[in-house]
């Protein structure tokens, strides 16, 4: 079993950054991939990016691609996604997710089978 809880969620002005962290437990952390989703209202939950347990591949939403940072620090059993440069279509709740038997970055949602409670980012424009 997996823990997640992200945090950092919140109200920015469009061209504003932000930082999500998402704390995991249950599992040695540094063992498996994690991920970014996200879910905008009336719209299904999306890909927005992924990194490998060692933290040295990522993979990105084309979407986000250039304005978002994905890292871990797994000393910390923490992931983090630093969004900058953020426009109205990003706002969102955000989900991190993982399949601790996953150690590549996956953009499949189906591949990922435990999800934290989700944290609302909302950008104005």
């Known amino acids: 079993q997996v823990q997640l809880v992200e945090s950092g969620g919140g109200l920015v002005q469009a061209g504003g950054s932000l930082r999500l962290s998402c704390v995991a437990s249950?599992?040695?952390?540094?063992?498996?991939?994690m991920a970014w989703f996200r879910q905008a209202p009336g719209n299904e939950r999306e890909f927005v990016a992924a990194?490998?347990?060692?933290?040295?591949?990522?993979r990105y939403a084309d979407s986000v691609e250039g304005r978002f940072t994905i890292s871990r620090d797994n000393a910390k059993n923490t992931v983090y996604l630093q969004m900058n440069s953020l426009k109205p279509e990003d706002t969102a709740v955000y989900y991190c997710?993982?399949?601790?038997?996953?150690?590549?970055?996956?953009?499949?949602?189906?591949?990922?089978?435990?999800w934290g409670q989700g944290t609302q980012i909302t950008v104005s424009s």
């Open positions: 997710a993982t399949n601790y038997k996953l150690g590549s970055p996956s953009d499949k949602i189906y591949e990922y089978d435990y």
């Open positions: 990194i490998s347990r060692s933290g040295r591949s990522t």
């Open positions: 249950g599992r040695t952390f540094s063992t498996y991939a």
